[in-house]
Nanobody
């Protein structure tokens, strides 16, 4: 089993910064992509940022230049640094990884964190 535990987030005024962390644990052979998604009330879950195993990154247009995703493979951790936050960034943020948990697993499986609330006030 693979578990993801998220931390960070919370509430801040517009223009402020927050940081999210997500630690993966359990039976993990390898981790491919790591990502952050978010879901605002009444909206579909959307990709915020993704980082590949060779540190290639891509971002949603709405957060490019303000958010930064990074990973620490030794700690099995992915981070999301969020700067210049705006009320539209208010959402529940979810960590997502693609990982293999056994040597015989042909394709990585997707795992999700429990979600962290991020609230930005104007």
């Amino acid at each position: 089993q693979v578990q993801l535990v998220e931390s960070g987030g919370g509430s801040v005024q517009a223009g402020g910064s927050l940081r999210l962390s997500c630690v993966a644990s359990g039976s993990i052979i390898s981790i491919n992509d790591m990502a952050w998604y978010r879901q605002a009330p009444g909206k579909q879950r959307e990709l915020v940022a993704r980082i590949s195993s060779d540190d290639g990154t891509n971002y949603a247009v709405s957060v490019k230049g303000r958010f930064s995703i990074s990973r620490d493979n030794a700690k099995r951790t992915v981070y999301l640094q969020m700067n210049s936050l705006q009320p539209d960034d208010t959402a529940v943020y979810y960590c997502n990884i693609e990982a293999r948990s056994t040597w015989t697993q042909r394709r990585p499986a997707a795992y999700w964190g429990q979600g962290r609330q991020v609230t930005i006030s104007s």
